[in-house]
């Protein structure tokens, strides 16, 4: 008969359960700590993997961070063709016996004062990203700021009065000072209460981008809008 080998238990090493650095387990950074209206802890919002526990296209992030500020640029240069500019039409000299080209009008570009040849006008001009890349990008961006460990959770977001004041405690208590709101949808009294309040701004969870989670330092996402975040 086969010799079967004894184990002992003695001889079992105990698991390792891994740890971050700020003493919690590595499933804990997939969970947010939720505050109040009022400032106070009101317990953990647990943060879905498939959204912001996605892998990180830094690439992807610097391309959509450039489309969306481009976008944002407006070009002021402007300039005026021969029929633009105010000018006489007479005709500048005879059109024959002085020896020089003939011309119609002291408007044309060769003449000081006149118009100018395919100059610069006032236009937009846009960069476009596709979908897949927008909503890819979008997820890099949720991710990364999961792993940095800077989104937290609001609750109670509906119920402020409009006043900055109130608002301004708020981020005071939870020590914030860069931050996008993030609401399930569009709160005007939460608008009107940061719009005095600089490096704040609020946006509903269908209007969010990655070039705006990049430009904040701290991501406040209601807890209702957490589950509007998928359908992106």
Do not use: C
């Amino acid at each position: 008969m086969p010799r079967v080998k004894k184990t002992s238990v003695q001889n079992k090493k105990p698991t390792k359960i891994a740890t971050s650095r700020r003493g919690g387990t590595r499933n804990d950074k997939m969970s947010i700590p939720v505050y109040s209206l009022a400032g106070l802890a009101s317990g953990r919002l647990v943060l879905p993997k498939e959204i912001f526990g996605g892998k990180i296209n830094e690439k992807l992030l610097a391309q959509a961070a450039r489309v969306y500020s481009f976008n944002q640029k407006i070009i002021l240069a402007s300039t005026k063709t021969r029929g633009q500019v105010k000018g006489t039409t007479a005709k500048a000299w005879s059109q024959k016996g002085t020896g020089r080209a003939r011309h119609g009008a002291k408007t044309a570009p060769i003449f000081v004062g006149g118009g100018v040849v395919f100059g610069p006008n006032v236009r937009k001009v846009n960069l476009e990203l596709p979908k897949k890349m927008k909503k890819a990008a979008l997820l890099s961006a949720l991710s990364a700021k999961a792993k940095d460990q800077e989104v937290m959770g609001l609750t109670g977001l509906e119920k402020a009065s409009g006043k900055t004041k109130q608002l301004a405690k708020l981020l005071g208590k939870i020590k914030v000072g860069s931050a996008l709101i993030v609401t399930s949808e569009k709160l005007n009294n939460v608008v009107r209460a940061t719009n005095n309040l600089p490096k704040i701004n609020v946006l509903p969870a269908n209007q969010l981008n990655a070039y705006e989670i990049l430009k904040h330092q701290i991501l406040l996402i209601e807890k209702n809008a957490l589950g509007k975040l998928g359908g992106k």
